[in-house]
């Protein structure tokens, strides 16, 4: 059985870094497997590159240059929605065309056009898709913020600059109903019980074969360090009560930044001994000011290294995760294998992997309030061993890397046994 996952990049983000779990995960299981990419950003052998550079930048540049000039509401949305008009043909490529089964996972970004993925769908192979969020049944969105216009053939899209009923997102719609609807051999997998739930109700997928699957973790490398040591090392207070937040954008809408300023200024004028909390961040910071928060900060800027992440992790009292819109965030998932409690909105594939009062808080949707009463039970709570306790054993139950590859193994033979 010789598998080819296909993904944008190797490292750089949350699709990636599930996409490089799942490899190692599946080569740890004795399956034959290759990751082709668009851009290879890792040492690692089992990646190849599908692409040559200076063609993935050029289509890089054609797919988004137009979407900027012409199309985009503003700013806010400029990665938010990709219209998929520009990419490689990768059919002839021997890690295609040797594969028993192709699993798609993220390609956008310049790498596989809509015409692209239709080449690929024509091989006549059984194809996997997983899903890291909505694109693949909306008319370019990763995530409809709402929307339900992907429940029939999109159109009126509020994140573009002239929304109309026969706009951008009702031809992307268009160009992927050519083929999504008529084709037989692609089986959907989606990240998350909700992803999957959504997918069900979309006008593209609803009528196809459609799992649930979580990424899987690496437990050796997240696992819980020694928290005094840890701070030490990261020259953070050893008796604060310290809150984690973190973020590939902190700035990304998605995010909740601004429930997360609202909650803190919540729990310190609202609770006692709220003296001792102190606050550490992560991740890339054009904007935001730090300065707004109630508490001391600690900036630790981008971590790229899982060993550094799991240090900063362990070093936490609590990982707090105000989200609005996440598929199965790789933080909250990372954060519970280290023995860290996660404080988080009750939406999207959270409640997968946060079970409340027992290894976190699942906070009202959008309720700053509800969030701060979360951080507040965690941080102050004398079953806080317990929590610690039940984040791991969480992770190592339903996310370890035997068992997802196990899961993906049955899959994968199953469709070819068809």
């Given at each position: 059985?010789k598998?080819t996952l296909i993904?944008t990049?190797d490292?750089g983000g949350?699709a990636?870094a599930a996409c490089m779990r799942?490899l190692k995960?599946?080569?740890?299981?004795?399956?034959d497997?290759?990751?082709?990419?668009?851009e290879k950003k890792t040492?690692?052998?089992?990646?190849i590159d599908?692409v040559?550079?200076p063609?993935?930048?050029a289509?890089?540049?054609?797919e988004?240059l137009p979407?900027?000039?012409?199309?985009?509401?503003d700013?806010?949305v400029?990665?938010a929605?990709s219209?998929a008009?520009?990419?490689s043909n990768?059919?002839?490529?021997p890690a295609?065309?040797?594969?028993d089964?192709?699993?798609?996972?993220?390609?956008n970004?310049?790498?596989l056009s809509?015409k692209?993925l239709?080449?690929?769908?024509a091989?006549?192979?059984?194809?996997?898709?997983?899903?890291h969020?909505?694109?693949?049944f909306t008319?370019?969105?990763?995530?409809?913020?709402?929307?339900?216009?992907?429940?029939?053939?999109c159109g009126?899209?509020w994140m573009?600059?002239?929304?109309s009923?026969?706009?951008?997102s009702h031809k992307?719609?268009?160009?992927?109903?050519?083929?999504?609807?008529?084709?037989?051999?692609?089986t959907?997998?989606?990240?998350?019980?909700?992803?999957?739930?959504?997918?069900?109700?979309?006008?593209?997928l609803?009528?196809?074969?459609i799992?649930t699957?979580?990424?899987p973790?690496d437990?050796n490398?997240?696992?819980?360090k020694d928290?005094?040591s840890m701070?030490e090392?990261?020259?953070?207070?050893t008796n604060?009560?310290v809150?984690?937040?973190?973020?590939?954008n902190?700035?990304?809408?998605?995010?909740?930044i601004t429930?997360?300023?609202?909650?803190?200024?919540q729990l310190?004028?609202n609770?006692?001994?709220t003296?001792k909390?102190e606050?550490?961040i992560?991740?890339k910071?054009?904007?935001?000011d730090?300065?707004?928060?109630?508490?001391k900060?600690?900036?630790?800027g981008?971590?790229?290294?899982?060993s550094?992440?799991?240090e900063?992790?362990?070093?936490?009292?609590?990982?707090?995760?105000?989200?609005?819109?996440?598929?199965l965030p790789?933080m909250v998932?990372?954060?519970?294998?280290?023995?860290?409690p996660?404080t988080a909105?009750?939406t999207?594939g959270?409640?997968?992997?946060?079970?409340?009062?027992?290894?976190?808080?699942l906070?009202?949707?959008k309720?700053a309030q509800?969030l701060?009463?979360?951080l507040?039970?965690?941080?102050?709570?004398s079953v806080m061993a317990?929590?610690?306790?039940?984040?791991?054993q969480?992770?190592l139950?339903?996310?370890?890397p035997?068992i997802v590859?196990g899961?993906?193994?049955?899959?994968y033979?199953?469709?070819l046994s068809?």
């Amino acid at each position: 059985m010789k598998v080819t996952l296909i993904n944008t990049a190797d490292a750089g983000g949350g699709a990636p870094a599930a996409c490089m779990r799942l490899l190692k995960a599946l080569e740890a299981k004795q399956v034959d497997v290759t990751l082709a990419v668009q851009e290879k950003k890792t040492a690692e052998p089992l990646v190849i590159d599908a692409v040559s550079n200076p063609v993935s930048k050029a289509n890089f540049f054609a797919e988004r240059l137009p979407f900027i000039f012409f199309q985009e509401k503003d700013k806010s949305v400029r990665f938010a929605f990709s219209p998929a008009n520009s990419g490689s043909n990768i059919s002839n490529h021997p890690a295609v065309v040797g594969a028993d089964i192709l699993h798609l996972h993220w390609t956008n970004s310049g790498f596989l056009s809509i015409k692209n993925l239709k080449e690929l769908f024509a091989l006549g192979k059984p194809i996997v898709w997983t899903l890291h969020d909505m694109w693949a049944f909306t008319g370019g969105c990763h995530y409809s913020g709402g929307c339900d216009h992907f429940l029939h053939q999109c159109g009126d899209c509020w994140m573009l600059r002239k929304p109309s009923v026969n706009d951008l997102s009702h031809k992307v719609w268009k160009r992927k109903s050519g083929f999504l609807l008529q084709t037989e051999n692609l089986t959907v997998v989606t990240c998350s019980n909700w992803l999957g739930g959504v997918a069900r109700t979309s006008s593209l997928l609803g009528t196809k074969p459609i799992h649930t699957i979580p990424n899987p973790i690496d437990i050796n490398a997240f696992s819980p360090k020694d928290k005094v040591s840890m701070r030490e090392k990261w020259n953070i207070n050893t008796n604060a009560r310290v809150i984690l937040f973190g973020a590939a954008n902190i700035n990304d809408r998605r995010k909740g930044i601004t429930y997360l300023v609202d909650a803190l200024n919540q729990l310190k004028q609202n609770y006692l001994h709220t003296e001792k909390v102190e606050i550490a961040i992560f991740g890339k910071n054009k904007h935001f000011d730090v300065n707004t928060l109630p508490f001391k900060v600690y900036e630790l800027g981008i971590i790229n290294s899982q060993s550094d992440l799991a240090e900063i992790y362990s070093l936490a009292d609590i990982f707090v995760s105000p989200s609005v819109e996440d598929n199965l965030p790789n933080m909250v998932m990372e954060s519970l294998a280290c023995g860290t409690p996660v404080t988080a909105f009750n939406t999207g594939g959270i409640p997968d992997m946060i079970d409340h009062l027992e290894n976190g808080y699942l906070a009202e949707y959008k309720s700053a309030q509800d969030l701060a009463v979360g951080l507040h039970h965690v941080l102050f709570n004398s079953v806080m061993a317990a929590l610690k306790e039940n984040a791991r054993q969480k992770v190592l139950k339903y996310f370890t890397p035997e068992i997802v590859a196990g899961q993906y193994i049955e899959l994968y033979k199953s469709l070819l046994s068809k």
